[in-house]
C-alpha cells in the first residue's frame, strides 16, 4: 500500500498498481471520520488508475477525507451513507493530484499476476490426492483451524502409507529438554500460503534505475517477444505492449504542452443532428479553451475556424461529434480530454511495433533505455503487463531439478 496525502484534508493509503481487485467494494472512503459511498470519488479514483490497471480491475483505497461541510450534501441517502459534492469544490481536482502523485512516485517495482499453470508448485501436488468425501470448511476460525489440521494428517497419513507401516503410538508424554521447542505438524493451509507468497516475491521486478539496459538481450521469440536475461531470471519482453506504452506518454506529453490554436486557411464546416448541435452551443466556450474556435452558423452547423495542433492526426469534425454522442449517451461528465485520451491510445496503438517486426539489437537497446528512462512501464495503456520475469528456480523445477 502506498500512502497518499501529507495534509489534513486528503490522507490515506492506496494501492500499488501490481495489486488489484475485480471490483470497486474494496474502495473505502471516509469523510470527516464518517464511512461514505460516492460514485464522485469512485470515478475520480478510477481515473486516476487509468491505463495503469488492466480493463475491468480495481485498485484498494482506504482515503480520509476532512471538508467542510458545505461542499457537500449528506441528505441523499436515509442513513445518510451516500454524499453528494457540490458543484464548486475543489475536492475531486485535489485528491486526484494527490493520486497522480502517489502512483508517480511508486516504487518501481511491479508483481506480475501469472496463470496458475506457469505457477506449479509443491502445494499443487496435493490437487490429484483423493480426499475422503467432506463438506466444505465451515465454523469458526478455531474450528477451521482444528478441521484443517485434520484434513493435513489425512493428507501425511496417504502420503506415507505405501512407504513404511505406521510407527508406534506413544503411550507415555515424554518432557521436553529446556529450550526445546515442540514441533508441531505442518499446515496444510499455511504451507500453501507461504508457497503463494513465496511465488509472488519470485514473480515481482524491481525496475530500479538501469533495469533494461543491464539485462543480456537473448533474441526475440515468436515475432512478438523479446527475451532478455539478468543471470538470475529469464525476462519476457511484449515488444508492441513496451512501444505502445512510451509512445502513449510521448504523444500525451506532446498534446499537454500543445496550448496554441492553429488557424485553418479554409474554414470547416461542421454539420450535426440537433442534439449534437445544442450540446456543442452550450460547450462553446470550453471547446475555446481546448483550441477548438467554433462560429455559429445556425440550422444545426457551425463554422470551424481554428483548431488545436495535435488534430494533425485526427478528424477534428468526427472528433467533436464524437465528443458531443459519448456525452449524450452516457450522461455522464465526458470531458473531451477523456475521448481525446482514447484517441492517443488508437494512435500510439497503430504506430507501436507490430507482432513479426524484427528488431536488431540496437533497436531492442534503443527501446530498453527509453523504458528505463519512462514513466508507468509497468503495463501498456490497456494495464496489460510489458514484462513476464522466471526465476531460475522455476525452471529447474520444470526439469524436475529441484
Request: net charge negative; hydrophobic share 40%.
Amino acid at each position: 500500500m502506498l500512502h497518499i496525502g501529507e495534509g489534513a484534508e486528503i490522507n490515506g493509503y492506496i494501492s500499488h498498481p501490481s495489486h488489484h481487485k475485480a471490483s470497486r467494494q474494496y474502495y473505502n472512503i471516509f469523510v470527516n471520520g464518517r464511512y461514505i459511498k460516492s460514485s464522485e470519488l469512485n470515478r475520480v479514483i478510477d481515473t486516476a488508475y487509468q491505463h495503469r490497471l488492466p480493463e475491468k480491475r480495481y485498485p484498494v483505497a482506504v482515503l480520509y477525507l476532512t471538508l467542510d461541510t458545505k461542499d457537500f450534501d449528506v441528505n441523499v441517502h436515509p442513513n445518510k451513507i451516500e454524499i453528494k459534492l457540490e458543484h464548486n469544490t475543489a475536492v475531486k481536482d485535489e485528491l486526484f493530484l494527490a493520486l497522480q502523485e502517489t502512483l508517480s512516485n511508486a516504487e518501481r517495482s511491479y508483481e506480475i499476476k501469472r496463470p496458475n499453470r506457469l505457477e506449479r508448485s509443491e502445494a499443487d501436488s496435493t490437487a490429484n490426492l483423493e480426499f475422503p468425501a467432506s463438506e466444505p470448511l465451515t465454523g469458526t476460525t478455531k474450528e477451521i483451524e482444528e478441521q484443517a489440521a485434520l484434513l493435513n494428517s489425512v493428507i501425511s497419513e496417504d502420503m506415507t502409507t505405501t512407504a513404511a507401516p505406521n510407527p508406534p503410538s506413544k503411550t507415555t508424554e515424554m518432557p521436553l529438554d529446556e529450550g526445546e521447542q515442540e514441533e508441531k505438524a505442518p499446515s496444510f493451509l499455511s504451507f500453501a500460503e507461504e508457497t503463494a507468497a513465496k511465488k509472488n516475491e519470485e514473480a515481482a521486478i524491481d525496475f530500479s534505475e538501469g533495469f533494461y539496459s543491464n539485462l543480456r538481450i537473448l533474441g526475440q521469440f515468436g515475432g512478438m517477444f523479446i527475451l532478455a536475461e539478468d543471470g538470475k531470471s529469464l525476462y519476457v519482453i511484449d515488444q508492441h505492449a513496451a512501444h505502445e506504452r512510451l509512445l502513449y506518454n510521448r504523444f500525451k506529453e506532446e498534446v499537454a504542452t500543445a496550448k496554441e490554436g492553429q488557424p485553418l486557411l479554409v474554414p470547416l464546416e461542421l454539420q450535426v443532428n440537433h442534439p449534437q448541435y445544442l450540446w456543442l452551443l452550450q460547450k462553446i466556450l470550453d471547446l475555446n479553451t481546448l483550441g477548438f474556435v467554433l462560429e455559429d452558423f445556425g440550422d444545426n452547423a457551425f463554422i470551424m475556424r481554428e483548431v488545436p495542433n495535435w488534430t494533425e492526426w485526427i478528424d477534428p469534425v468526427a472528433f467533436l461529434k464524437d465528443l458531443a454522442d459519448f456525452w449524450l449517451k452516457q450522461k455522464e461528465k465526458i470531458t473531451a480530454a477523456d475521448i481525446l485520451d482514447d484517441k492517443i491510445i488508437m494512435r500510439a496503438c497503430k504506430s507501436a511495433v507490430k507482432a513479426n517486426q524484427y528488431l536488431t539489437d540496437t533497436d531492442i537497446r534503443f527501446l530498453f533505455r527509453s523504458l528505463d528512462e519512462g514513466e508507468d512501464v509497468f503495463t501498456c495503456p490497456h494495464g496489460r503487463p510489458i514484462t513476464v520475469k522466471v526465476t531460475v528456480e522455476e525452471i529447474k523445477k520444470w526439469f524436475l531439478r529441484s
